[in-house]
């Protein structure tokens, strides 16, 4: 397929912005010589620090900027630019984290490109490398590592690369979304706040038919290896309950199963933590673990409601 045809592709990408100030002007400055370089939209998740949206406005001013009142969360605040892009008849969208950068000026058009070619993937990746670009990042890796489709590796190996591998899961730093089955599949579920609502939007894409993958020849920089918290063993962080809470919230909302076979994951997962902390002698962390899990068993008849929700498919 041609460049050419591949630039009338209404392509938007979204960024989504909290704190962002480290990363924000690479991010940008990745697309100069992209296609789309005029059709990205940054989301300001009312970020308390306000010089990289400065930045934004003064170097970018080409960049949509949308700006909220409130934190309203990471799945929340892409559907917001997912909504913008919809609203300009956009046939896909490419959602980039803040902290990740393209490799390729034309990172995005060779995803696209794959995409049309592929209509059945529902979410199309490229590679993630670190910071240094000296390694996949670690959690890429452990995607491929956990895939049973090996023939990437020999592929690879062999150097007869295909344009795409299937993976069963990766996580939303890059996503490309085809329109088409995102109708089907749905927005993303404003019941997550960070964490927990690409898994959700992953079982979605499966279950709906769709596959998830990635395409070999394009990708970015993730530059989240450094970012890594030591934990406060004595209780637990905010990220650390978002994240408890979005696991837990992701293994009852999966469509996939039955919700009996969601209920006993969610239940094995959570006593397991619960086990943990009380081996490390962690009694406050143990307790707030306890106390996110019978959250969640409050929410079982809303949760029900909002699987048969995204069962039957819907645009929002």
């Known amino acids: 397929m041609k460049m050419e045809s591949i630039v009338h592709k209404n392509t938007w990408v979204i960024i989504v912005y909290y704190n962002g100030l480290e990363w924000i002007e690479r991010c940008l400055k990745s697309f100069e010589n992209s296609h789309f370089k005029d059709q990205i939209i940054v989301v300001d998740n009312h970020s308390p620090e306000k010089k990289g949206i400065e930045l934004i406005k003064e170097q970018f001013p080409a960049v949509k900027h949308i700006e909220l009142n409130e934190n309203i969360g990471f799945g929340r605040a892409n559907n917001l630019g997912i909504e913008y892009a919809i609203e300009r008849n956009a046939e896909y969208v490419f959602l980039l984290n803040q902290d990740a950068w393209l490799i390729e000026n034309d990172c995005v058009e060779r995803l696209v490109k794959v995409a049309e070619r592929n209509q059945d993937f529902g979410i199309i990746s490229p590679v993630h490398f670190n910071s240094e670009q000296t390694a996949l990042d670690e959690g890429f890796g452990i995607y491929l590592s956990t ?170």
């Open 147 to 316: 895939s049973k489709n090996w023939q990437w590796a020999s592929d690879t190996f062999f150097e007869s690369k295909k344009e795409i591998y299937e993976l069963p899961f990766v996580n939303a730093a890059a996503w490309l979304l085809n329109l088409k089955a995102f109708h089907k599949i749905g927005y993303f579920d404003p019941a997550f706040f960070m964490y927990g609502e690409d898994v959700d939007l992953v079982n979605r894409t499966l279950f709906h038919r769709f596959k998830i993958g990635f395409v070999p020849n394009a990708s970015i920089v993730h530059a989240r290896e450094n970012r890594l918290k030591s934990i406060n063993k004595a209780s637990l962080s905010y990220s650390e309950k978002m994240q408890f809470y979005g696991q837990y919230l992701a293994l009852l909302k999966n469509v996939r199963w039955g919700l009996g076979k969601a209920f006993v994951k969610f239940q094995t997962l959570w006593l397991t933590h619960i086990i943990e902390q009380i081996a490390q002698q962690s009694w406050k962390r143990s307790w707030q673990i306890l106390f996110i899990g019978f959250r969640m068993m409050g929410r079982l008849i809303q949760l029900y409601l909002s699987r048969q929700k995204y069962k039957r498919g819907f645009s929002k």
